[in-house]
T-cell receptor, first 114, second 117 residues
Framework: DGGITQSPKYLFRKEGQNVTLSCEQNLNHDAMYWYRQDPGQGLRLIYYSQIVNDFQKGDIAEGYSVSREKKESFPLTVTSAQKNPTAFYLC?????????????FGEGSRLTVL | AQKVTQAQTEISVVEKEDVTLDCVYETRDTTYYLFWYKQPPSGELVFLIRRNSFDEQNEISGRYSWNFQKSTSSFNFTITASQVVDSAVYFCALSDPGTDSWGKLQFGAGTQVVVTP
């Protein structure tokens, strides 16, 4: 079935460690996104990518990094520079350029910093 | 700047009751898009509807209906005859496809709907 796969679903990290969250899609979408969700808050955009080898900072990019070497993959690295990384992370993709169309989401990765 | 307000944090209803979720938005642009997404306990958001700023027709899809009113900058969502499976967090979102805002879908804080049997 087509969709977005995020892994791992749950991740624990010690302070000072970098961690990479995986996001893979088989929908043949050009655009991919990473969002962060905190309790009681809406989703906030971390990074987005319109095409392969190109990505842009969203509203809260500090302490995060991404790469887009393949159309299907858009991994997110949470670095030790991120002050408060404990959150729920959602990856999404869309067929249309600007987000005028439907976003398809993965099931998310929950990161807890110990 | 764009802004989306969902004033209701949580709504609890008994099955078969109707429930209306409020969404108020702010934007300076004349062209924009409004969305509703559902987030069930599994975590992934599911697209429900998109409406562009030039289409003020209300829409009905099964038990779901949407009321878009530009005059009050509102895009409210009603679930008729609620069911337990409707229990989820519902997000309203706004996008302006202008160059500076590409990729930036502005989400509201979400409304938790709890439907009890």
């Amino acid at each position: 079935d087509g969709g977005i796969t995020q892994s791992p679903k749950y991740l624990f990290r010690k302070e000072g460690q970098n961690v990479t969250l995986s996001c893979e899609q088989n929908l043949n979408h050009d655009a991919m996104y990473w969002y962060r969700q905190d309790p009681g808050q809406g989703l906030r955009l971390i990074y987005y990518s319109q095409i392969v080898n190109d990505f842009q900072k969203g509203d809260i990019a500090e302490g995060y990094s991404v790469s887009r070497e393949k159309k299907e993959s858009f991994p997110l690295t949470v670095t030790s520079a991120q002050k408060n990384p404990t959150a729920f992370y959602l990856c999404a993709s869309s067929m249309e350029g600007p987000p005028t169309g439907e976003l398809f989401f993965g099931e998310g990765s929950r990161l807890t910093v110990l | 700047a764009q802004k989306v307000t969902q004033a209701q944090t949580e709504i609890s209803v008994v099955e078969k009751e109707d429930v209306t979720l409020d969404c108020v938005y702010e934007t300076r642009d004349t062209t924009y898009y409004l969305f509703w997404y559902k987030q069930p306990p599994s975590g992934e958001l599911v697209f429900l509807i998109r409406r562009n700023s030039f289409d003020e027709q209300n829409e009905i899809s099964g038990r779901y209906s949407w009321n878009f009113q530009k005059s009050t900058s509102s895009f409210n969502f009603t679930i008729t005859a609620s069911q337990v499976v409707d229990s989820a967090v519902y997000f309203c979102a706004l996008s302006d496809p202008g160059t500076d805002s590409w990729g930036k879908l502005q989400f509201g804080a979400g409304t938790q709907v709890v439907v009890t049997p």
